[in-house]
């Protein structure tokens, strides 16, 4: 009995098949994309960070750095954000009001009533502001701490049989209690 190999080698079953020649296809597409999503990560986190040095890194290091990167951005964003923008607010207005006093005082034919009256609106609008983000800062910490609104007329909406409930209206200030910048 000799094997007949002419029809053993003309016959390959599906599964050989598949071992023999779709498996390592599937698996250097499979590495193809892998290779082009690392490429594509790593240029990303190149542009985020602004440092080319990790286009020099090998594949794990530049995982490592990606992951780190990551990982800054989600604590950052966490982080609360501070108060910023309204105290350079605040100190812009100080030195515009500061700047309008210098010009008012080095002009000859300026009236010194107008600039009584000037300085005390400027100083009231800015009292007015410093209350208003007190107020906002009171409410945020509130609502932080219990989760809700502070009363009813938080969301700016009330009905008048509310507002006995709501805070009153802040009065305007005399004029006796000029504020002056220097």
């Known amino acids: 009995m000799a094997p007949q190999t002419v029809n ?10 598949y071992l023999k020649v779709k498996k390592p296809l599937l698996e250097r597409q499979r590495r193809a994309r892998m290779n082009k ?10 542009e985020f960070q602004g440092d080319d040095a990790i286009l020099r890194l090998d594949k794990a290091e530049m995982l490592e750095a990606a992951l780190v990167f990551m990982r800054k951005q989600v604590i950052k964003q966490q982080a609360p954000v501070s108060p910023l923008p ?9 030195n515009a009001v500061s700047e309008i006093s210098r010009v008012m005082a080095c002009t000859p034919a300026m009236s010194v009533d107008v600039g009584k009256t000037v300085m005390t609106h400027l100083g009231v609008e800015f009292q007015r502001m410093l209350q208003s983000d007190q107020q ?3 409410q945020q910490s509130q609502l932080e701490s219990t989760g809700r609104p502070i009363s009813p007329a938080s969301s700016g909406y ?22 002056r910048p220097w």
């Open 8 to 17: 053993e080698t003309s016959f390959v079953s599906k599964t050989q098949h």
């Open 136 to 138: 906002q800062q009171q």
């Open 86 to 94: 309204m105290d350079s607010f605040k100190n812009g207005y100080m």
């Open 158 to 179: 009330h009905s008048d049989a509310e507002e006995s409930d709501a805070a009153p209206s802040p009065k305007p200030e005399a004029t006796n209690s000029m504020w």
């Open 37 to 46: 999503c690392l490429d594509t990560l790593k240029t990303l986190v190149a």
